[in-house]
């Protein structure tokens, strides 16, 4: 069964950090880009992070440019996005999903059209 599962999340205050991973099962993830999503209460989900499978370029949406690094260690068969310098607008509940087609290169900004796999989800809380 091909799947995702997001993991790392959790309650921390203003200004901490975190760092969140998506591991792989049932295929392996090296050829392809795996972004990192997420979504508050009421509002759509955007893509914040993608690390290209190819050439491991990455793209960051404007809000977390600076802050956070996506990563990946493919003998792990995962990917990591460690957050630093968290704030409050980044309480949200966080995936990952990969890339439907492999060696796709990461663009911005993220279509969730074209990613796959998706995970269940973390909740990442920011608050004091």
């Known amino acids: 069964q091909v799947q995702l599962v997001e993991s790392g999340g959790g309650l921390v205050q203003p200004g901490g950090s975190l760092r969140l991973s998506c591991v792989a099962s049932?295929?392996?993830?090296?050829?392809?880009?795996v972004g990192w999503f997420r979504q508050a209460p009421g509002k759509e989900r955007e893509g914040i992070a993608c690390?290209?499978?190819?050439?491991?370029?990455?793209y960051y949406q404007d809000s977390v440019k600076g802050r956070f690094t996506i990563s990946r260690d493919n003998a792990k068969n995962t990917v990591y996005l460690q957050m630093n310098s968290l704030r409050s607008e980044d309480t949200a509940v966080y995936y990952c999903?990969?890339?439907?087609?492999?060696?796709?290169?990461?663009?911005?900004?993220?279509?969730?059209?074209?990613?796959?796999?998706w995970g269940q989800g973390t909740q990442v809380t920011v608050s004091s």
């Open positions: 999903a990969a890339h439907l087609r492999p060696q796709s290169i990461c663009v911005g900004p993220l279509n969730t059209d074209k990613f796959g796999s």
């Open positions: 049932g295929f392996t993830l090296d050829s392809y880009g």
């Open positions: 690390i290209s499978g190819i050439d491991r370029s990455r």
